[in-house]
């Protein structure tokens, strides 16, 4: 048997049917699919698991009201003051776990 390598620039088109297929697994909801052909995984690998080492959480922008002193602290601090507070409530989250 010969082994077929494509790259994104040369996958031949989907098919009908296979498109028709997408549609309905797309469609069909999670707890319908069966995925008791997948192994789980056991406690070392996950302990073994982290965080990609380019892993950028989403940013939301929020109207926050802090204690003017509080403010004045990180700001005080310099360029970044934003990033500081994300720092440190990340930091409070993740001791909080």
């Known amino acids: ?55 950028r959480p989403l940013k939301k922008q929020i109207t926050a009201r802090l204690d003017a002193d509080v403010l004045a602290w990180l700001k005080a601090g310099g360029k970044g003051y934003q990033s500081r507070m994300n720092a440190i409530l990340r930091q409070a989250m993740l001791n909080a776990k």
């Open 1 to 55: 048997m010969k082994m077929v390598k494509h790259t994104l620039d040369t996958l031949p088109p989907l098919t009908e049917a296979q498109k028709d297929d997408l549609k309905r697994l797309a469609a069909m909801p999670d707890d319908q699919i069966d995925t008791s052909d997948i192994p789980g995984l056991t406690d070392a690998q996950l302990a073994e698991m982290h965080r990609p080492e380019h892993y």
